[in-house]
């Protein structure tokens, strides 16, 4: 099978375009504020622009794509956003050395929420506004978010969303690929601004409201306070972000069903209610655990079920310092980053979809070796899991297990403790924001070297991605001609 070269640089280049474009959103920012930094945003537009008329402006005579020019695009995508997207911090000297840059906007992108700054609050608004919106573009991904303004035909756009789109598999709401990214931005777009609403109720700025409606809906984490939403110290605050984090964390499929009116099929959903019912146990279970901490069962609760939202949902805010909490409720936190969220979400993690797929294989091998002739099918919402949908699963965890050893392995040359050096890894693999010890809720990630921030950033983009489609790239088979 042949790559289609020219038309996939044709279609980064229109990609690109659009980023020169939502630049200028932040810029207009920050000359809304009478700040300078809208000469950075439009400095790195200009640049974008200039490599749209290039490569994006002449489609060419084959407008044909491959599976595998889809997995070129994808990573191309998220690499190149990023690369450019670091620029306004790194040209402004909001972020001096560009490899912090470079990390900042990847963690924003892949909506993790990992930092290198030391001193939020004093990030200038447009900087920051920048920040949080890679947050709300990457929730939904970049090429969801491109296929909404930019015209591609269906049966490329199809080969986008399945390399981009988290989960075991990706089923389109309607036939037409581009509808369907119209379809999940329109449910997004509404579900974030009933959030800027209900935070503008609770006592917010706009300004706040927006950037933290962004960074819920991406499940991201930035914000614009050193300690994050405790600063507010609101339970009503509190309580609007962990109903929203939560919200977000579901698949949009569900959303599109109770717009159809199928209500019955939400709660049906075998993964929506593992997912609530994870929520509900692991807030129970720290609930009780951290309730010699706080001065009220009620206040326990409150910061429990926070922050399981917050570590499940892999949004990363915080209202406590959960580095203080009795090693069993770190313990839970750390099982949740790997658990995640719905496939189909903004969340990311693992996916609880399949975690119930591990499970059942399990439960189908002790069912074998039990009753060796027994015939025993692996079911998901009473539909059977497709075979190449199960080896998916399985390689899936196998290559998370190899890299995340990997990771921890080339991480640990910074000698940190080894608390650091795992949750590092598993935070940013699993595209959550906060560790435990040196990378907890209250700290960041500035102390490690310019190396282990690289890893840390092909964690995240190798997490947000769901591993292959970011591996695939340094396939030599992908680069070869025919195969």
Known sequence: MSMNAKMTTYIIGRMLGVEALVLLIPAFVSVIYGEDGWRAFGFTSIILLLLYLVFGRKKPGDTKIYGKDGFVIIASAWILWSIFGALPFWVSGTIPSYVDAVFETISGFTTTGSTILTDIASLPKGMNFWRCLTHWIGGMGVLVFVMVIVSLEDNNSMHLMRAE????????????????AKILYSMYFALTVAQVIFLLLGGMDLYDSVIHAFST?????????????????????????????ILFGINFNMYYFLLLKKVKAVFQNEEVRAYLGIILAATAMITINILHIYETPLKALRYAAFQVAAIITTTGFATADYNLWPEFSKCILLLLMIVGACAGSTG???????????????????????HPKSVSIVKVNEKKVG??????????????????????????LNNFDFATTFSGVLTTMNNVGPGIAAVGPIENFAAFSDFSKIVFCLDMLIGRLEIFPFLVLFSPDLWRRKF
Do not use: C, W
């Open 348 to 370: 990311g993690g693992m996916k609880v979809s399949r975690i119930l797929i591990l499970l059942k294989s399990i439960k189908r091998e002790m069912k074998r070796l039990l």
């Open 165 to 180: 789109v988290p989960g075991p598999e990706t089923d389109k709401l309607v036939p037409k690929a581009r509808d369907t």
């Open 387 to 412: 075979t190449d949908t199960m080896q998916g699963v399985y390689m899936y965890f196998i290559a998370y297990i190899v890299i995340f050893i990997g990771s921890v392995l080339l991480v640990s």
């Open 217 to 245: 809906a991406g499940t991201g984490g930035f914000n614009n306070r050193n300690n994050s939403v405790a600063y507010y110290d609101s339970a009503y605050i509190d309580g609007v972000i962990t109903i929203f984090m």
